[in-house]
């Protein structure tokens, strides 16, 4: 004859092992039902925060120095960089100055003096390049890497990457500039041809960060409990029926 404590001890390691044992296997059921949001090489880093400063100051007057644009300031450029639709009118030069900062003399703009004493701290970047003059593709680029649509943004690269420590969270989230969205909207942070559960989750800056998530009206634990779990055997029953819509199954 076993105790309650030996049965529970053998079948499942104790109540740890009992929960342990329904967490893993609500998991296998997600992972047949959506991509694993699990890294898929140990990380080094945590998160990555990405700050896309849509129409702000330019690099040029930040901290990327020109000194041939500066050299042609307010003449036309030299025929070896002449715009081939002979669009470009006389060239504009930074009105800042540039000073070089710790030791490892990254040149930045004085108007930035504060960052400049972090300078050994900071990568900066200044081999990246684009073909394109229009915005939206610029943005394109920017994000994905590319001047054309449809390709995963850098922060579905991130998602997949990274993976995400809580499976009732996005991985991805985006916070967009409370004056509009940029150039092209949400497909900044698109998933491209990855499955939709990398693509970016939007949080509003007023009110509700994120719509219908809570119920209007208050109702009993027991009910509510009821409600979701309904909700949740629909889905998976509609599902179930258009087995390829990955946005459906994302949206679920």
Do not use: C
């Not at 529970?8 to 039902?33: C, I, M, Q, Y």
């Not at 690269?157 to 092209?184: K, Q």
């Not at 909207?185 to 998933?191: L, M, P, Q």
């Amino acid at each position: 004859m076993l105790t309650r404590r030996q049965m529970l001890t053998r079948l499942g390691g104790g109540f740890g092992g009992l929960a342990l044992a329904t967490l893993l296997n609500e998991s296998a059921r997600a992972a047949d039902a959506k991509p694993s949001l699990l890294p898929q090489h140990a990380p080094k880093a945590r998160a990555v925060i990405q700050l896309f400063m849509h129409g702000g100051p330019s690099h040029v007057d930040l901290l990327d120095p020109k000194p041939m644009l500066s050299k042609y300031d307010g003449k036309p450029p030299p025929k070896e960089v002449a715009d081939d639709e002979k669009l470009t009118g006389n060239l504009l030069g930074s009105p800042y100055k540039f000073h070089k900062h710790g030791q490892s003399g990254i040149e930045f703009a004085e108007v930035l003096p504060g960052i400049a004493r972090h300078a050994d701290d900071i990568a900066v970047i200044r081999s990246m390049f684009t073909e394109h003059r229009n915005h939206e593709q610029a943005l394109w680029m920017m994000h994905t890497g590319l001047t054309v649509a449809g390709r995963p943004s850098i922060g579905a690269w991130v998602a997949y990457g990274l993976g995400s420590e809580n499976r009732n969270l996005p991985a991805y989230v985006v916070l967009p500039d409370p004056g509009g969205l940029p150039v092209d909207g949400i497909r900044n942070w698109a998933s491209g041809w990855m499955p939709p559960a990398f693509q970016g989750t939007q949080f509003r800056s007023e009110g509700v960060p994120v719509l219908n998530l809570k119920p209007r009206t208050s109702r009993p634990g027991d009910a509510e409990e009821a409600r979701l779990k309904l909700l949740g055997d629909l889905n998976r029953s509609h599902l179930e029926q258009r087995p390829k819509e990955s946005e459906l199954e994302a949206r679920i």
